[in-house]
């Protein structure tokens, strides 16, 4: 594993916000009162309502003297108007995009920097799943399209994830910027420990380069006891995820999934993910299909350890894509985040061996057509992760 791997730290305080109602007013109203410092790193940022009002509260803090740095995915920021970016950098936010597109670099397009963190005055956090567009949060109707949480933090984790960002920032000057600069932190990945409260950790992927985010996932998940409860919009994961899934079920672990329903904005990549169904149905693995809207988020509760954040555990996420999850031990945030789940389970339909049987024709056409192309880019990418 290339790469720094960031330690557990103690004394931090979570909240657990749930969908852009929620999280974006208290991220707006705090870059409205920093002080000295803003950093904002995303994926998805789109012309809108939503990109309206934090497009203003970037400029009003840049026009009082505030510090504010802005790294945006190129691919995931083509719809972010010249308007908007011509007014950002007018007011004095630097601004910086990962890896612009450019033809004759070919396949390396496909690196896209996938986090969402938001960082004020280098003392409180924001890290979860959310883009800036009118899907995640509408001010004017104060509503949300697409079902997301965020992770508000305070404590010594924020410094690593500043650490995080500055590290990125400055890499990101380079061609290359998916690789991993100068070392700090663990030379190896800590174990998790095993009862606490307000205990965290930056977790992360460097495409390709360091995957601590996917060790330890599947560390959590060969070494439960009483439940792992798994919630991912693009079901697509690696084969030591599932075979971890697999087994934990076959120990009689409560193993649930909470998946996308029919609302989705990829409906291939829904499909592409049905072909893991059968086998993970037959172990005694539980699938969930969220109904009420799209499901975005990225959480993970194994017992007493969650992990929020950007990154869905895929096989393509994980070998091309920048992630970064907050892994927690604390008894609040646990709650919060089992009661969401509780939540989102009876808002879902159930899936089982019986309906997976009766499926129409079609469906199984789009399955089987999907899933040969999964199949296909797995074997090419020929990682048994």
Same mark, same amino acid.
């Given at each position: 594993?290339?790469?720094?791997?960031?330690?557990?730290?103690?004394?931090?305080?979570?909240?657990?916000?749930?969908?852009?109602?929620?999280?974006?007013?208290?991220?707006?109203?705090?870059?409205?009162?920093?002080?000295?410092?803003?950093?904002?790193?995303?994926?998805?940022?789109?012309?809108?309502?939503?990109?309206?009002?934090?497009?203003?509260?970037?400029?009003?803090?840049?026009?009082?003297?505030?510090? $504010?740095?802005? /790294?945006?995915?190129?691919? %995931?920021?083509?719809?972010?108007?010249?308007?908007?970016?011509?007014?950002?950098?007018?007011?004095?936010?630097?601004?910086?995009?990962?890896?612009?597109?450019?033809?004759?670099?070919?396949?390396?397009?496909?690196?896209?920097?996938?986090?969402?963190?938001?960082?004020?005055?280098?003392?409180?956090?924001?890290?979860?799943?959310?883009?800036?567009?009118? @899907?995640?949060?509408?001010?004017?109707? =104060?509503?949300?399209?697409?079902?997301?949480?965020?992770?508000?933090?305070?404590?010594?984790?924020?410094?690593?994830?500043?650490? /995080?960002?500055?590290?990125?920032?400055?890499?990101?000057?380079?061609?290359?910027?998916?690789?991993?600069?100068? +070392?700090?932190?663990?030379?190896?990945?800590?174990?998790?420990?095993?009862?606490?409260?307000?205990?965290?950790?930056?977790?992360?992927?460097?495409?390709?380069?360091?995957?601590?985010?996917?060790?330890?996932?599947?560390?959590?998940?060969?070494?439960?006891?009483?439940?792992?409860?798994?919630?991912?919009?693009?079901?697509?994961?690696?084969?030591? $995820?599932?075979?971890?899934?697999?087994?934990?079920?076959?120990?009689?672990?409560? $193993?649930?999934?909470?998946?996308?329903?029919?609302?989705?904005?990829?409906?291939?990549?829904?499909?592409?993910? +049905?072909?893991?169904?059968?086998?993970? /149905?037959?172990?005694? $693995?539980?699938?969930?299909?969220?109904?009420?809207?799209?499901? +975005?988020?990225?959480?993970?509760?194994?017992?007493?350890?969650?992990?929020? %954040?950007?990154? =869905?555990?895929?096989?393509?996420?994980?070998?091309?894509?920048?992630?970064?999850?907050?892994?927690?031990?604390?008894?609040?945030? =646990?709650?919060?985040?089992? @009661?969401?789940?509780?939540?989102?389970?009876?808002?879902?339909?159930?899936?089982?061996?019986?309906?997976?049987?009766?499926?129409?024709?079609?469906?199984?056409?789009?399955?089987?057509?999907?899933?040969? &192309?999964?199949?296909?880019?797995? =074997?090419? &990418?020929?990682?048994?992760?």
């Amino acid at each position: 594993m290339a790469g720094p791997v960031f330690p557990w730290r103690s004394g931090n305080q979570f909240e657990l916000l749930i969908d852009g109602p929620a999280f974006f007013p208290p991220m707006l109203t705090a870059i409205a009162r920093a002080e000295f410092q803003v950093d904002l790193e995303l994926y998805l940022v789109e012309a809108g309502a939503c990109a309206e009002a934090m497009v203003q509260a970037l400029v009003s803090a840049a026009e009082r003297g505030v510090q $504010v740095r802005c /790294l945006f995915d190129d691919y %995931g920021s083509l719809a972010f108007t010249l308007g908007l970016r011509q007014r950002l950098q007018a007011a004095g936010v630097e601004l910086r995009w990962y890896n612009r597109l450019r033809w004759r670099r070919g396949f390396r397009n496909l690196y896209r920097d996938h986090r969402k963190i938001l960082l004020v005055d280098q003392a409180v956090a924001w890290v979860g799943g959310t883009g800036v567009t009118d @899907e995640f949060w509408n001010p004017g109707e =104060n509503a949300s399209d697409w079902h997301e949480v965020m992770v508000q933090m305070q404590g010594p984790l924020v410094a690593d994830w500043q650490m /995080l960002f500055d590290r990125q920032w400055r890499a990101n000057l380079r061609r290359v910027a998916w690789r991993p600069p100068t +070392h700090f932190g663990l030379p190896r990945l800590p174990r998790a420990p095993a009862s606490g409260e307000g205990l965290g950790r930056v977790a992360y992927a460097d495409a390709r380069q360091h995957r601590d985010i996917l060790q330890s996932l599947v560390r959590a998940l060969n070494s439960s006891q009483r439940r792992i409860w798994l919630a991912t919009p693009y079901f697509l994961p690696t084969w030591k $995820v599932r075979r971890a899934l697999r087994r934990a079920a076959s120990r009689g672990i409560d $193993v649930r999934l909470l998946l996308t329903g029919p609302r989705t904005d990829h409906p291939s990549v829904r499909y592409a993910g +049905h072909r893991y169904y059968p086998r993970l /149905l037959r172990a005694g $693995v539980k699938i969930f299909e969220y109904q009420p809207c799209f499901l +975005h988020l990225k959480m993970v509760a194994v017992d007493d350890w969650v992990s929020i %954040g950007s990154c =869905n555990f895929d096989h393509w996420n994980l070998r091309f894509n920048l992630e970064a999850n907050v892994e927690a031990i604390d008894p609040l945030l =646990n709650q919060a985040v089992s @009661e969401s789940f509780v939540r989102d389970f009876a808002l879902s339909r159930e899936v089982n061996l019986d309906d997976w049987r009766a499926r129409p024709l079609w469906r199984r056409v789009q399955q089987r057509l999907w899933g040969w &192309l999964d199949r296909l880019v797995v =074997n090419l &990418l020929d990682r048994r992760d």
